[in-house]
């Protein structure tokens, strides 16, 4: 398979539980992307690495939540004490930078129930 | 803010008929714009980009600064378009992020 992957699918979880999510990106890709989307709106960006450094987080991205993406390949998304506001589509994209295009390719994202 | 808007949730339109899904962006600098789609069931895919000026599945969508616009038209609407379409900027410093507007569900009735 040569898309991005993201596992799990589906996690439900308890309110203050911990939960942690991972995205393979394309092998080449070096630019990974961590989006949110809850229903009815479009994702949101979370975080941004390029190869395993961290450039950017959203405002969006409380303590609670930390993402890496170690030796710049795979990345996990952690999110601690878990709140039911947690619960959304949390989806992974990744490009290549250098492209002319800027293209990013979407995994088909986990999504999160907290009860 | 650079900003997205898809102003219709949903857009329903007979077999046949011509479709144009709106949007609008609100930008510092020059944008890079992006039509993506979500077909029931299947992850986001692109289905175009203003740079490339291309028609993909009879789509096509043109950049008009003046009215900041990059609607995105079929002339022809057919059942399998029926999908969740979302249009989305680039922030072309640094990062290349995705601002993405709302999304429009299409709904193409026999």
């Known amino acids: 398979d040569t898309g991005v992957s993201q596992n799990p699918r589906h996690k439900i979880t308890k309110r203050g539980q911990n939960v942690t999510f991972r995205c393979d990106p394309i092998s080449e890709h070096n630019r990974l992307y961590w989006y949110r989307q809850t229903l009815g709106q479009g994702p949101e960006f979370l975080t941004y690495f390029q190869n395993e450094a961290q450039l950017e987080k959203s405002r969006l991205l409380s303590d609670r939540f930390s993402a890496e993406r170690p030796k710049g390949s795979f990345s996990t998304l952690e999110i601690q004490r878990t709140e039911q506001g947690d619960s959304a589509m949390y989806l992974c994209?990744?490009?290549?930078?250098?492209?002319?295009?800027?293209?990013?390719?979407f995994g088909p994202g986990t999504r999160l129930t907290v009860l | 803010a650079q900003r997205v808007t898809q102003p219709e949730k949903l857009l329903s339109v007979f077999k046949g008929a011509p479709v144009e899904l709106k949007c609008n962006y609100s930008y510092s600098g020059s944008p890079e714009l992006f039509w993506y789609v979500q077909y029931s069931r299947q992850r986001l895919q692109l289905l175009l980009r203003h740079i490339s000026r291309e028609s993909i599945k009879g789509f096509t969508a043109d950049l008009n600064k003046g009215e900041t616009s990059f609607h995105l038209k079929k002339p022809f609407a057919q059942e399998e378009d029926s999908a969740m379409y979302y249009c989305a900027g680039a922030v072309t410093s640094g990062t290349y992020k995705y601002i993405f507007g709302t999304g429009t569900r299409l709904k193409v009735l026999a």
């Open positions: 994209a990744s490009s290549f930078r250098g492209s002319l295009i800027n293209e990013q390719f």
